[in-house]
């Protein structure tokens, strides 16, 4: 982690601090395993311990770090099984929250939806890859929440937070990012249409890609290691 200090506003310090370890988390600025060095973190993010430690236990009520007996908070380190575990799970809920979404969304929604896929793609067009990200993740969030369902957006963003780091490096490969721009462009044109059944397999093989990504990438690193 780089020495540079953050400004965070004062208002709900303990949601801003959250929401910054977040993106690090994700971004692979705090890798996979690593201990959350407080002192570290309290310096980066310029505020005290105790702002710091809520938002460490948000994050762990979301699953991007473990409370560890004498280590502290770690940040989660998924096995190859919790990955295949996890995507298939999360495969089943993006199906059903697109298919729903489909058919309820209003066209508010619809427009707001389509608003960010177009800056998601001017982002893309500048393989600003974090910004893409953010924009990704809220257009997944917005067609959980035109299911209009809010048990199954509950467990949706619940799961969906072990896989955001994962998620967001899989488009670190530009075949892939590439790939994964075109089922976007999918998912849009399945809403627009209201077709369920589109836009279930849309988000099926969407999953489906990204979970091989990932274990890709994974196997890449063992055998880098094991060289």
Request: charged share 25%; glycine share 4%.
């Amino acid at each position: 982690m780089s020495a540079e200090v953050i400004p965070i506003p004062r208002a709900a310090l303990h949601e801003q601090v959250a929401q910054r370890l977040r993106q690090m988390l994700v971004e692979g600025r705090i890798a996979p395993g690593a201990k959350l060095n407080e002192r570290e973190l309290s310096e980066l993010l310029n505020v005290s311990r105790t702002p710091l430690r809520e938002a460490i236990k948000m994050l762990a009520a979301e699953g991007l770090v473990e409370l560890l007996p004498n280590r502290g908070a770690v940040a989660v380190s998924l096995s190859e099984q919790d990955i295949l575990d996890t995507f298939e799970v999360m495969a089943g809920l993006e199906a059903q929250s697109g298919e729903l979404a489909a058919q309820r969304i209003t066209p508010e929604e619809l427009a707001e939806i389509q608003a960010m896929h177009f800056e998601m793609m001017a982002a893309y067009t500048r393989r600003d890859l974090s910004t893409y990200y953010a924009l990704n993740s809220r257009i997944h969030s917005a067609i959980s929440a035109a299911a209009k369902n809010p048990v199954l957006a509950q467990v949706y963003q619940q799961v969906n937070a072990r896989l955001q780091a994962l998620r967001f490096r899989s488009n670190q490969d530009g075949e892939k990012w590439k790939r994964a721009v075109k089922e976007h462009d999918k998912m849009i044109e399945a809403l627009a249409a209201h077709d369920g059944a589109a836009m279930r397999d849309v988000l099926l093989t969407h999953l489906r890609n990204k979970r091989e990504v990932v274990l890709e990438q994974m196997r890449d690193v063992r055998r880098k290691e094991a060289s």
